[in-house]
């Protein structure tokens, strides 16, 4: 029996996964970015090829925004822009589709994980950037431009004028978050999210600091969603979701936020179940291949 081909475009890695209709993983992999377009592409082929016979789809997702199956604007990987993968495999026997890796995640959790069956919820994952998809009354929500749920552009400060250090994409970087941490505790590797976490499970004054401000500031994102789109779930993805301190974290910054510092917010507002994402690493392997099977069964977002 054929499977599925599902393919994860990030500026470091491109993984890759042959899935089953039910979504388990018969075998997966990853390549690093090439850092230029020929590279790149033939890199992806690469992958199609060892798989084009036994598989009888090819699910794709990528930054950026993604029209049918062409990436516009990817990014950090800017040589994306216009690489359009339903033409350039458009001569096999199998369908192919993309989608933007924000969206993929909410598909995900929408479909085996911690969103199952909610007709109205969201996924935010926390990376280098924030990235999000949306899903209400049962529709993925992807706007006309194609760029809803893209929350790195949200201004979150406007003191900082055009400066790029007032968007939510910095506010709430969980890379910047670990940096400062570890910088604040003398840690060499400020990259290393589990030394920052341990300080802070340890109540390292300056790392709980930064920890509740951060904790804050993605609080204040979900509450800002919760105003437009109204949604029962939203489930927190990124690799420092597997932190359970950091989902209490959250829940504790939004109760403050609305019952204790703004009471008419929390009895305005129904608050969303904020819960950590299920997939983390494979998460956008799973997304892009339920994005082909809703596509290829007929099936609308």
């Not at 993984?15 to 992999?29: C, L």
């Not at 082929?45 to 789809?57: L, R």
């Not at 927190?236 to 504790?252: T, V, Y």
Request: proline letters at 2%; glycine letters at 10%.
């Amino acid at each position: 029996m054929k499977n599925y081909l599902s393919i994860d475009i990030g500026g470091t890695e491109i993984k890759y996964a042959q899935i089953d209709v039910s979504g388990q993983i018969i075998e997966k992999g990853k390549l690093s970015t090439p850092d230029n377009k020929q590279d790149f592409l033939a890199q992806v082929d690469g992958i199609v090829k060892k798989y084009a016979d036994s598989i009888k789809g090819l699910a794709i997702c990528a930054p950026g925004k993604i029209e049918g199956t062409k990436i516009r604007f990817g990014g950090a990987i800017s040589f994306l822009d216009g690489i359009d993968f339903g033409q350039i495999y458009q001569n096999k026997d199998f369908p192919v589709t993309v989608i933007n890796d924000g969206k993929a995640s909410v598909l995900a959790e929408n479909w085996l994980g911690n969103l199952k069956d909610e007709e109205n919820c969201a996924a935010i994952t926390l990376g280098t950037g924030v990235g999000s998809g949306i899903i209400l009354n049962g529709h993925l929500l992807q706007g006309t431009h194609y760029q809803a749920g893209e929350m790195s552009f949200m201004v979150a400060d406007i003191s900082h004028g055009k400066q790029m250090e007032g968007i939510v994409g910095r506010f709430c970087s969980a890379v910047l978050f670990v940096k400062q941490v570890n910088h604040q505790v003398g840690y060499a590797d400020e990259n290393d999210g589990l030394n920052a976490f341990e300080a802070i499970s340890k109540n390292v004054p300056a790392a709980l600091k930064i920890f509740k401000e951060y904790c804050l500031n993605i609080a204040i994102l979900i509450l800002n969603m919760q105003t437009v789109v109204d949604v029962n779930k939203i489930a927190i993805g990124g690799g420092i979701s597997a932190q359970p301190i950091l989902i209490a974290g959250i829940n504790q910054a939004y109760d403050q936020l609305v019952n204790e510092d703004n009471p008419i917010i929390g009895q305005t507002l129904t608050k969303p179940e904020i819960v950590a994402a299920k997939f983390r690493n494979d998460s956008n392997l799973y997304g892009s291949l339920y994005n082909l099977l809703l596509q290829t069964d007929h099936e609308t977002y």
